[in-house]
């Protein structure tokens, strides 16, 4: 008898276990999808995102660099036109590709050439070329920088900011749903996954 109750006993003991751990999963579940829901992004029109930079307002640099993200945003090309080729993920190609058709190209680390293809490459350009700027830092970037993310929604990526009002930046950046894409992020905000950004100058 007493074997019997104590196996009916542990066998509750299991479902109540069991049932316990699927509420908890669901509730994880849940808060994951509310917490992507509260990450808001506009895809507005690019002439109500992207100012029409005055001479003057920011560096011949920086405003070569927006016109030309501008201009792929409006006519995107092929994916593989930002990367050379190579079927990757292309984002830090496409920022690649912006710097050098806007006439200020990168220098890989590694291979000397043009193109960065690797996220975490490209902070280490930028680290190199001492126009690295932590997030923490206080420093907030500009028109024409890079932004480097890990983790977040977006995980690991870049794309370019092209306006700033305060700490909320409007960028553009390729490999966003596996397209040339703009959202608006603020910068300070945590659940973004932002490391920090690369000076454009």
Request: hydrophobic share 35%; proline share 3%.
């Amino acid at each position: 008898m007493e074997d019997a109750e104590t196996r009916k006993e542990i066998g509750g003991l299991v479902i109540i276990t069991a049932a316990t751990l699927a509420i908890i999963v669901v509730i994880i579940i849940a808060g994951a999808l509310l917490f992507r829901s509260n990450l808001t992004f506009d895809y507005r029109a690019v002439d109500a995102v992207i100012p029409k930079y005055e001479e003057g307002q920011i560096s011949d640099t920086r405003l070569d660099i927006v016109k030309i993200v501008e201009q792929e945003y409006r006519n995107p090309r092929n994916s593989l036109e930002y990367s050379d080729g190579i079927e990757e993920p292309w984002c830090a190609d496409f920022v690649s590709w912006v710097y050098n058709s806007a006439g200020h190209k990168f220098k890989n680390p590694a291979s000397g050439g043009w193109r960065i293809p690797g996220v975490y490459t490209l902070k280490e350009y930028f680290e190199e070329e001492n126009r690295w700027h932590e997030k923490s830092s206080g420093s907030i970037p500009e028109p024409g920088d890079v932004i480097i993310y890990d983790g977040g929604i977006f995980g690991t990526h870049a794309n370019v900011v092209v306006s700033v009002y305060y700490d909320e930046l409007t960028t553009v950046g390729g490999n966003e749903n596996g397209k040339i894409m703009m959202h608006r992020v603020d910068y300070n905000d945590n659940r973004y996954g932002i490391q920090g950004y690369g000076s454009a100058e």
